[in-house]
T-cell receptor
Framework: ELKVEQNPLFLSMQEGKNYTIYCNYSTTSDRLYWYRQDPGKSLESLFVLLSNGAVKQEGRLMASLDTKARLSTLHITAAVHDLSATYFCAVDRFGRSGTALIFGKGTTLSVSS | DAGVTQSPTHLIKTRGQQVTLRCSPK?????VSWYQQALGQGPQFIFQ???????QRGNFPDRFSGHQYPNYSSELNVNALLLGDSALYLC????????????FGPGTRLLVL
């Protein structure tokens, strides 16, 4: 059974600081997603990582994937308040007839001045 | 271009009742997946529909069933509601070919009393 673990689950940061969220998964997968969820809202797609060594950046967020270690990271650079949200990683459990996203529990990020 | 839409936005039911939730996919998408998100948890995969067939199913009982129509819209039905079914139900649409990124709708918040 595919399991996805994120840590930390809660993260309180000061504006301007850097930090990394980790996502480990238990079985081989060739596709990993990062989503953002604001309180009471739906999920917004941030990144899709398709291959070993893939790195994607958008603004102050950078995501990377190491398929051999079954590890993805989401790095936050010089945090600002607008980044406060819950971040989920999800691994694609691909079967012969369809796909399913298996999510971690999420990391709730709070950025304060 | 409308994104993924879901109805209703909120719903209150009592134990034992049945409920139907609806989802219209993003224009151009042909695949619909359903997820259940309990408070403070990551989304859990229920099932995925493509070409009007259930393609993959998560670990949910038979009380959870679905349907996809020729226009790609989808319904999630839950019978014999339990208190534990209270959650945010998210629909996501994607392109089956190429295992496209899943885009989420705003969700239906179900409360079972």
């Amino acid at each position: 059974e595919l399991k996805v673990e994120q840590n930390p689950l809660f993260l309180s940061m000061q504006e301007g600081k850097n930090y990394t969220i980790y996502c480990n998964y238990s079985t081989t997968s060739d596709r990993l997603y990062w989503y953002r969820q604001d309180p009471g809202k739906s999920l917004e797609s941030l990144f899709v990582l398709l291959s070993n060594g893939a790195v994607k950046q958008e603004g102050r967020l950078m995501a990377s994937l190491d398929t051999k270690a079954r590890l993805s990271t989401l790095h936050i650079t010089a945090a600002v308040h607008d980044l406060s949200a819950t971040y989920f990683c999800a691994v694609d459990r691909f079967g012969r007839s369809g796909t399913a996203l298996i999510f971690g529990k999420g990391t709730t990020l709070s950025v304060s001045s | 271009d409308a994104g993924v839409t879901q109805s209703p936005t909120h719903l209150i039911k009592t134990r034992g009742q049945q409920v139907t939730l609806r989802c219209s996919p993003k224009s151009g998408h042909d695949t619909v997946s359903w997820y259940q998100q309990a408070l403070g948890q990551g989304p859990q995969f229920i099932f995925q529909y493509y070409e009007e067939e259930e393609r993959q199913r998560g670990n949910f009982p038979d009380r959870f069933s679905g349907h996809q129509y020729p226009n790609y819209s989808s319904e999630l039905n839950v019978n014999a509601l339990l208190l534990g079914d209270s959650a945010l139900y998210l629909c996501a649409s994607s392109l089956f070919e190429g295992r496209g990124t899943q885009y989420f709708g705003p969700g239906t918040r179900l409360l079972v009393l």
